[in-house]
T-cell receptor
Framework: AQSVTQLDSHVSVSEGTPVLLRCNYSSSYSPSLFWYVQHPNKGLQLLLKYTSAATLVKGINGFEAEFKKSETSFHLTKPSAHMSDAAEYFCVVIIPGDTGRRALTFGSGTRLQVQP | DAGVIQSPRHEVTEMGQEVTLRCKPISGHDYLFWYRQTMMRGLELLIYFNNNVPIDDSGMPEDRFSAKMPNASFSTLKIQPSEPRDSAVYFC??????????FGAGTRLSVL
C-alpha cells in the first residue's frame, strides 16, 4: 500500500523568507513523486517531479524538492517566498506501472499564506 | 496545445436535475482522470480511463454518477439525479502513460 502525508495543513511565512512544505510517503515500490500547486479557483499545475533520476529536483517558480529515501520524504522548498506563491500545494505519489486507484495518491494539501 | 479543456466552468442546477460535465483531454494522452474536490474531503479520484476504457471506477460515489469516454478526445461525467451534496469542483486531467497529469480548470457545480 502507498500513502502520502502532508504534515502541515497551513503554513504562513513572510515575503522574502524561506518556504518549507513537508511531505512524507510510504510505498513498497520505487515511487514517482510530484508537487502540484493550486491557486484560488484554478486547476492544479505541476511544480516538479521526481522519477528516480537526480534526488534534488528543480521546478518552476524557484521551487525545488529533495527526495530522501532514508527519511521517506519529499519536502518542497523555496529560498524566498513571493506573494504570488500563496496557494494550496499537493504532494502526490504514483507507482509506475501499477494499475488501479492505489496507483494515484494525493496528499491532503498544505495551504501556504505569504504575509507582506 | 490548449491543455485540458473542461466545460462548463460553472454550473448551477436544482436538486433532481441531470448534470453533464465535459472534458477534452490533451491530444495524444492515453489516460483521463475525473476528480472531485470539496473542503471536507479534499481531492478524490472518481474514475480513470486508459485508451477510452474505464480502468478503475471505485471512487465513483454511487450509481447516480456515470462517466463515459466515447473517443480519445472527449469524456463526460454525468450525475442523475443531482443532489446538494454533489456540489463541488470537478476536475478532469489527462496524462501520457499514467505519468504527469495535466489538469483542466475545473467545473464548479452548485446543486440547490
Amino acid at each position: 500500500a502507498q500513502s502520502v502525508t502532508q504534515l502541515d495543513s497551513h503554513v504562513s511565512v513572510s515575503e522574502g523568507t524561506p518556504v518549507l512544505l513537508r511531505c512524507n510517503y510510504s510505498s513498497s515500490y520505487s515511487p514517482s513523486l510530484f508537487w502540484y500547486v493550486q491557486h484560488p479557483n484554478k486547476g492544479l499545475q505541476l511544480l516538479l517531479k521526481y522519477t528516480s533520476a537526480a534526488t534534488l529536483v528543480k521546478g518552476i517558480n524557484g521551487f525545488e524538492a529533495e527526495f530522501k529515501k532514508s527519511e521517506t520524504s519529499f519536502h518542497l522548498t523555496k529560498p524566498s517566498a513571493h506573494m504570488s506563491d500563496a496557494a494550496e500545494y499537493f504532494c502526490v505519489v504514483i507507482i509506475p506501472g501499477d494499475t488501479g486507484r492505489r496507483a494515484l495518491t494525493f496528499g491532503s494539501g498544505t495551504r501556504l499564506q505569504v504575509q507582506p | 496545445d490548449a491543455g485540458v479543456i473542461q466545460s462548463p466552468r460553472h454550473e448551477v442546477t436544482e436538486m433532481g436535475q441531470e448534470v453533464t460535465l465535459r472534458c477534452k483531454p490533451i491530444s495524444g494522452h492515453d489516460y483521463l482522470f475525473w476528480y472531485r474536490q470539496t473542503m471536507m474531503r479534499g481531492l478524490e479520484l472518481l474514475i480513470y480511463f486508459n485508451n477510452n476504457v474505464p480502468i478503475d471506477d471505485s471512487g465513483m460515489p454511487e450509481d447516480r454518477f456515470s462517466a463515459k469516454m466515447p473517443n480519445a478526445s472527449f469524456s463526460t461525467l454525468k450525475i442523475q439525479p443531482s443532489e446538494p451534496r454533489d456540489s463541488a469542483v470537478y476536475f478532469c486531467a489527462s496524462s501520457k502513460q499514467e505519468n504527469i497529469q495535466y489538469f483542466g480548470a475545473g467545473t464548479r457545480l452548485s446543486v440547490l
